[in-house]
């Protein structure tokens, strides 16, 4: 399945509490769509959110994220593990 990271850029007031939460939607939400959240990463400091994902489009990524809590990603790339 292929894998992809999406950035968000939210802004000051990021927390990874915060953030950790907005997962647990993802994952409560994703089997619908056969995809997967796997790991997540904060930048407090910039307000940015990496997501990395198996999914079968970018699309279903993205449906999962608006549907479990609305903060869509800013972009989405498809990425191979190096």
């Known amino acids: 399945m292929p894998l992809f990271m999406d ?3 939210l802004g000051a007031g ?3 509490a915060d953030v950790a939460k ?3 939607a993802d ?5 619908a769509y056969d995809v997967s959240y796997l790991r997540y990463w904060v930048d407090e400091g910039k307000g940015q959110i990496f997501c990395l994902v ?3 489009d970018a699309e279903a990524a993205h449906t999962v994220h608006r549907e479990a809590h609305g ?5 989405i790339f ?3 593990e190096g």
């Open 27 to 31: 994952l409560a939400t994703q089997g």
């Open 7 to 9: 950035i968000h850029s």
């Open 54 to 56: 198996e999914a079968p």
């Open 78 to 80: 498809e990425v191979e």
């Open 71 to 75: 903060l869509v990603a800013d972009a």
């Open 14 to 16: 990021v927390t990874v």
């Open 22 to 24: 907005a997962h647990a």
